[in-house]
């Protein structure tokens, strides 16, 4: 039920991603504009983190979801109601704040149903169902934009799936008290947990570099391909069809064969290491395939560290703090996302549109010293 609900949330985050620049576009914004209009949203989605983390151990991870499945629905309907690019900014927000809920409850979830030796293999298996909404979701979106005059049918579209959400999380069934307590760490002096917490400071830090590099480039793609390839909706699904749904789905059983081989902290340094570069073969990149090509290397590299960066962290912490470490996760994840796009847009505005791909390598240069200090265990 994990995976259902975990498909349709991706099909839904990947074509917002690779539709919304456009529609605030056709609203009077400008990239810069856009940044801003991000930056509201990740400001809500941030705040949201950690006490999402906090509810999905009080309330149940079940409940939250159902929250989320709804908090999705009304925000993207509102969307087809806006005129101006400024009236988008409440309904951006709910829709990351619909987000920023999920995500704790959806991690915590795995983390109660895995243990310390099958960890990263079940984050990798269950991350395979993000790929799988981002490969059709994008091309249905952008199918959907040019079939349709207007923008209304791909948000309509989005509204009705997230309401679909709501059958498999009731479905939903608590983890074993087993499962749930498989560490053994629930009765943790303050001292205790707040030296777990200090344990992986460096991994919060990388999360947020490696976020600023992603959405530095991210949200402004869509405006990049349809000015520099004159490209259509439809060809702009399929890029990030293939460029994201089809890499991430590649890479994520990888992740787990080479995290066991070589380990978790090798891999994660040699995937963040390698992106640098990439990034300026885009800003080179004079060819729409040669450009998806570069994309996809990347977006398979940035994926291959999801389960890595997560096992690591449910490793670190006792039973009773996963909610608080994922929510203070996803909290330096999303600030680097609430910042990322608003420099992404105003280098776009004032040096030109192949400068964010420059900011994202040098992002991702800046998350190599915290690897290299991060203790794994």
């Given at each position: 039920m994990v995976f259902v609900i975990n498909v349709i949330v991706a099909q839904n985050q990947s074509l917002n991603t690779s539709l919304f620049s456009?529609?605030?576009?056709?609203?009077?914004?400008?990239p810069s504009e856009i940044g801003v209009t991000l930056l509201m949203s990740g400001i809500a989605a941030t705040v949201l983190m950690v006490p999402s983390g906090i509810l999905a151990e009080k309330l149940g991870r079940k409940q939250v979801m159902l929250v989320s499945a709804a908090l999705g629905a009304v925000s993207v309907f509102s969307y087809t109601l806006a005129t101006s690019w400024q009236q988008l900014i409440p309904s951006a927000m709910l829709f990351a704040a619909s987000f920023a809920?999920?995500?704790?409850?959806?991690?915590?979830?795995?983390?109660?149903?895995?243990?310390?030796?099958?960890?990263?293999?079940?984050?990798?298996?269950?991350?395979m169902a993000w790929p799988v909404g981002s490969i059709y979701g994008p091309v249905v979106g952008g199918a959907l934009a040019d079939a349709f005059p207007g923008w209304k049918v791909p948000f309509y579209f989005m509204s009705l799936t997230s309401l679909l959400c709501v059958f498999p999380a009731l479905a939903l069934k608590r983890a074993p008290e087993s499962l749930r307590?498989?560490?053994?760490?629930?009765?943790?002096?303050?001292?205790?947990?707040?030296?777990?917490?200090?344990?992986?400071?460096?991994l919060f830090i990388v999360g947020l570099f490696v976020e600023l590099g992603i959405m530095a480039v991210d949200p402004l793609m869509?405006?990049?391909?349809?000015?520099?390839?004159?490209?259509?909706?439809?060809?702009?699904?399929?890029?990030?069809?293939?460029?994201?749904?089809?890499?991430?789905?590649?890479?994520q059983i990888p992740a787990g064969f080479l995290a066991d081989r070589y380990g978790r902290k090798k891999v994660f340094l040699g995937c963040v290491s390698a992106i640098p570069?990439?990034?300026?073969?885009?800003?080179?990149?004079?060819?729409?395939?040669?450009?998806m090509a570069f994309y996809m290397l990347i977006n398979a590299l940035w994926s291959m560290t999801w389960p890595l960066s997560m096992a690591i962290l449910i490793d670190a912490v006792p039973t009773p703090d996963r909610g608080v470490a994922v929510g203070m996760r996803q909290t330096f994840l999303r600030l680097?996302?609430?910042?990322?796009?608003?420099?992404?847009?105003?280098?776009?505005?004032?040096?030109?549109?192949?400068?964010?791909?420059?900011?994202?390598a040098v992002f991702f240069a800046l998350a190599i010293p915290g690897l290299l200090l991060l203790r794994e265990k």
């Open positions: 456009l529609f605030a576009e056709s609203l009077g914004a400008k809920l999920f995500i704790p409850a959806r991690m915590t979830l795995v983390a109660d149903y895995s243990t310390p030796a099958n960890r990263v293999a079940v984050y990798s298996l269950t991350n307590r498989s560490d053994g760490g629930h009765m943790m002096k303050l001292s205790q947990r707040f030296n777990f917490f200090r344990r992986v400071l460096f869509p405006l990049y391909l349809e000015k520099k390839f004159d490209v259509t909706k439809t060809q702009i699904g399929i890029f990030y069809s293939v460029g994201f749904g089809l890499a991430t789905l590649l890479s570069p990439l990034y300026i073969l885009c800003a080179w990149a004079d060819e729409y395939l040669s450009l680097g996302g609430t910042v990322g796009p608003l420099v992404g847009g105003f280098l776009w505005d004032s040096m030109g549109q192949a400068t964010p791909f420059y900011a994202s």
